[in-house]
């Protein structure tokens, strides 16, 4: 089988050019202009669109037992969201409650997504306790390709570990050359807030932001940058959402600490008016760490544009309506996430390049390339090269189109995004060669993903 992208613009690795792709079987074959075109082939004009690597997606949620209630989407539900929205390849934060057996929840994980996932799926190994048997787990999934960890700072009594726990996790991945990722807030300080500000009778959604502040992720950031340098291990902050924790990260790595910085697309474009809506209103915004302060954006997008800032994720983590209800009258109690595993790609585009914000190249780099190099698949993904798998998203700059819940694939009833406009969208997605959305829909094979090993 092969496939034909003729006369599109190619951007990946820093470069645009105007060049053909040829596609044999699942990788990429050729790449260079006005290739022949070979008998029986499928061929696809890409005039007037950008081909990019297909979208990578180091932060999302799909099976998550939470706050009491599962996040929303299931492997089918969510990756195909994905792959109309661009993204090819999605690494789940594998999140097991502190009271679960690791390997228990590795089989959990892996049986739901097999034969499940429309795209290619990896995951980051979520660390929510520390027991006896930790460190051999964490060895044996490291040795089945695992290779990257996941520890929360916050969320005391769920998935928040010690300090005692949050070194040793470091310390073998330092051994072990294994990204620690980390949601970084202090956890006793977030708790104690909330009590206070519950016990002064401030209950709704836009008390959420005041009990987890800005000051209270610097914190966390520096924390977590502490023990990375303790450890000499890589660390990777996910969702560092304002301008005084992104000063923490800049500052440990001017100190020679190898540490990446991801920022998640509701915190450069939705702001903490949002959460402040009345009632379930706000509780559709309500994540953590919290959407700050709009002033926070600019600096945001400056660092990103530099490459201070490494990645875009999502932190797709989507609970309906009536999850959200479930923090009336105690915002502590409203199930923390907003979904986007649809939107980024095209929010990001619309937002930062669109808008000038963000160079192509750039984009291209932050919402695929950096991710593979970071979390270990590339040159496999995250770039177009011959050699690399055939996930190609032929890009329409010209598409013209608004965001609703109504149209969206994502298992749920509300959008963060309801009426925000988009320009462009992936007109063609490709999964190792073969044809996955073309027209805004959903055409390939329910099953198609595979389990990355790295
Ligand atoms: O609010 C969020 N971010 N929900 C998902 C869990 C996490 O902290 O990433
Ligand atoms: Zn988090
Ligand atoms: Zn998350
Ligand atoms: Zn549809």
């Given at each position: 089988m092969s496939l034909l992208i003729q006369h599109g613009e190619i951007v990946?690795?820093?470069?645009?050019?105007?060049?053909?792709?040829?596609?044999?079987?699942?990788?990429?074959?050729?790449?260079?202009?006005?290739?022949?075109?070979?008998?029986?082939?499928?061929?696809?004009?890409?005039?007037?669109?950008?081909?990019?690597?297909?979208?990578?997606?180091?932060?999302?949620?799909?099976?998550?037992?939470?706050?009491?209630?599962?996040?929303?989407?299931?492997?089918?539900?969510?990756?195909?969201?994905?792959?109309?929205?661009?993204?090819?390849?999605?690494?789940?934060?594998?999140?097991?409650?502190?009271?679960?057996?690791?390997?228990?929840?590795?089989?959990?994980?892996?049986?739901?997504?097999?034969?499940?996932?429309?795209?290619?799926?990896?995951?980051?190994?979520?660390?929510?306790?520390?027991?006896?048997?930790?460190?051999?787990?964490?060895?044996?999934?490291?040795?089945?390709?695992?290779?990257?960890?996941?520890?929360?700072?916050?969320?005391?009594?769920?998935?928040?570990?010690?300090?005692?726990?949050?070194?040793?996790?470091?310390?073998?991945?330092?051994?072990?050359?294994?990204?620690?990722?980390?949601?970084?807030?202090?956890?006793?300080?977030?708790?104690?807030?909330?009590?206070?500000?519950?016990?002064?009778?401030?209950?709704?959604?836009?008390?959420?932001?005041?009990?987890?502040?800005?000051?209270?992720?610097?914190?966390?950031?520096?924390?977590?940058?502490?023990?990375?340098?303790?450890?000499?291990?890589?660390?990777?902050?996910?969702?560092?959402?304002?301008?005084?924790?992104?000063?923490?990260?800049?500052?440990?790595?001017?100190?020679?600490?190898?540490?990446?910085?991801?920022?998640?697309?509701?915190?450069?474009?939705?702001?903490?008016?949002?959460?402040?809506?009345p009632g379930v209103e706000g509780a559709k915004y309500v994540m953590s760490p919290p959407l700050r302060e709009k002033g926070n954006q600019p600096r945001l997008w400056a660092a990103l544009e530099r490459g201070e800032i490494a990645t875009v994720a999502t932190d797709h983590c989507p609970f309906d309506v009536a999850q959200k209800h479930m923090g009336d009258g105690n915002f502590t109690l409203i199930p923390n996430g907003i979904p986007a595993i649809e939107d980024r790609v095209n929010v990001l585009y619309t937002q930062g390049v669109s808008r000038g914000n963000l160079s192509v190249e750039r984009f291209v780099d932050a919402a695929s390339t950096r991710a593979a190099q970071i979390f270990g698949l590339y040159p496999r993904k995250g770039t177009v090269s011959v050699g690399s798998d055939a996930d190609l998203v032929i890009y329409d700059p010209a598409y013209r189109g608004t965001i609703s819940a109504g149209t969206s694939h994502m298992n749920n009833d509300y959008s963060g995004y309801e009426g925000w406009e988009i320009d462009g969208r992936p007109e063609v997605v490709t999964v190792r060669g073969q044809v996955a959305v073309q027209g805004g829909e959903f055409v390939g094979d329910p099953a198609r993903g595979q389990l990355l090993r790295r």
């Open positions: 990946t690795d820093g470069k645009r050019f105007r060049a053909d792709v040829l596609v044999e079987g699942e990788t990429i074959a050729q790449i260079g202009e006005n290739l022949a075109v070979p008998e029986g082939a499928t061929v696809i004009d890409a005039s007037g669109k950008f081909v990019f690597p297909g979208f990578i997606d180091p932060h999302v949620h799909i099976h998550l037992p939470f706050m009491g209630t599962f996040a929303k989407d299931t492997h089918a539900t969510g990756s195909q969201a994905a792959l109309i929205g661009g993204t090819t390849t999605f690494i789940e934060m594998l999140a097991p409650a502190g009271s679960e057996d690791l390997m228990d929840g590795w089989r959990t994980w892996t049986g739901m997504a097999a034969g499940n996932s429309a795209c290619d799926y990896t995951f980051h190994i979520g660390v929510t306790r520390w027991d006896d048997r930790t460190e051999a787990t964490l060895r044996e999934l490291v040795g089945e390709g695992m290779k990257s960890f996941k520890v929360f700072l916050a969320y005391k009594g769920a998935f928040g570990i010690d300090d005692a726990a949050l070194y040793r996790v470091c310390r073998l991945a330092a051994e072990l050359g294994v990204v620690v990722t980390a949601h970084c807030e202090n956890a006793d300080l977030v708790s104690e807030l909330q009590q206070k500000l519950i016990a002064e009778g401030k209950t709704g959604p836009e008390w959420h932001e005041p009990s987890r502040p800005e000051s209270v992720e610097a914190e966390g950031t520096a924390h977590f940058a502490t023990f990375v340098e303790m450890t000499g291990a890589h660390g990777y902050v996910v969702h560092l959402s304002n301008a005084r924790a992104l000063e923490a990260a800049l500052d440990a790595r001017s100190r020679g600490v190898k540490l990446d910085v991801e920022v998640v697309i509701p915190h450069l474009t939705l702001d903490r008016t949002y959460a402040e809506r």
